[in-house]
């Protein structure tokens, strides 16, 4: 079982930036891809950006050039920080672990993030 616990969400201007942070605890195997995903309301939940245990990134085409996922693989965190942030932004974004063979998932609780004009 993994749980994931993500931080650093909340409120922020246009053009502003902020870093969120997950914390995979639990029985990790080695081999994962951790990502973010976000949910604006009304919409389906979204691929951000994802990283590999060695490194291969994949990102949405709305956030390349703005967003940089990160992982530290000996803490089991996974990181991204999020500059020239834009309304549409907005929405609830979750920490999200996934073993690739078994397509097994797991999911933290979400965290808001907001952007104002």
């Known amino acids: 079982q993994v749980q994931l616990v993500e931080s650093g969400g909340g409120l922020v201007q246009a053009e502003g930036s902020l870093r969120l942070s997950c914390a995979a605890s639990?029985?990790?195997?080695?081999?994962?891809?951790m990502g973010w995903y976000r949910q604006a309301p009304g919409k389906q939940r979204e691929l951000v950006a994802t990283m590999g245990t060695g490194g291969s990134t994949n990102y949405a085409d709305s956030v390349k050039g703005r967003f940089t996922i990160s992982r530290d693989n000996a803490k089991n965190m996974v990181y991204l920080q999020m500059n020239s942030l834009k309304p549409e932004d907005t929405a609830v974004y979750y920490c999200?672990?996934?073993?690739?063979?078994?397509?097994?998932?797991?999911w933290g609780q979400g965290t808001q993030v907001t952007i104002s004009s």
């Open positions: 999200n672990l996934e073993y690739t063979r078994t397509s097994r998932r797991y």
């Open positions: 639990g029985s990790i195997f080695s081999i994962n891809v």
